[in-house]
Each structure stands twice: as structure tokens, then as C-alpha cells.
């Protein structure tokens, strides 16, 4: 399961969802309003949370990530996601590539 989180609004993620993903984004950053982005990744052994935006810092101490974990921040960090201004489009696209694994 992929959960997306936008400021208080969340949504599972499928490619439906890319229109309200960009839609609360862009009325977001035209309202002058700071955004956080959470992405929480779970299936199988992966279990991964990623941020962007103006999102509070939360450090969970926990375990060191597997190798699928790795590769999904390696993926988020190399995409520049986290970028601000956000891009709604390097959001979907990692989300689009990630539901296809």
C-alpha cells in the first residue's frame, strides 16, 4: 500500500489519484500555504516513510533500511522530490514508478 499525505489530507495512491495530487499541490502554493508531502510505502518487507516540503522533523529511531528500502530513498533523493518550490510531477512520477514495482 502507498498513503500519500498532503498537509491533513490523505489518499491511497493509484493513478487516479494523480489529479488530486497536483490539483492540492498547485492551489496550496498559489494560497501561499506551506506544504508537506509524506509518502508511507508498505508491502511485503518494505516499510518506508519519505518527506518533502515543510514538514516538521520526525526521527524515528528504528531499524537501518533493507536493500528495497534503500533503493526507494536512493530513487527519492536522485528525483530531486524533495526540491522546494514541490513539483507535483517528480511526486507522481516516483509514485507512478514505484506502484509498478
Known amino acids: 500500500m502507498i498513503k500519500v499525505i498532503i498537509n491533513e489530507q490523505d489518499r ?9 495530487l497536483n490539483g492540492t499541490i498547485n492551489d496550496l502554493q498559489k ?3 506551506p506544504i508537506c508531502v509524506r509518502v508511507s510505502i508498505q508491502y511485503g518487507d518494505t516499510n ?3 518527506s518533502a516540503g515543510s514538514c516538521s522533523s520526525s526521527s524515528c529511531a528504528g531499524r537501518p533500511p533493507n536493500s528495497r528500502e534503500r533503493e526507494l530513498i536512493n530513487s527519492w ?3 530531486a522530490v ?4 514541490l513539483n507535483s510531477g517528480k511526486i507522481i ?3 507512478n514508478r514505484v506502484k509498478l514495482q
Not at 82 to 85: A, C, F, K, S
Open 12 to 20: 491511497i495512491w493509484d493513478s487516479s489519484q494523480a489529479g488530486w
Open 31 to 33: 494560497d501561499g500555504i
Open 48 to 50: 518506508v516513510g519519505l
Open 77 to 79: 533523493n536522485d528525483m
Open 82 to 85: 524533495d526540491e522546494i518550490p
Open 93 to 95: 512520477s516516483f509514485l
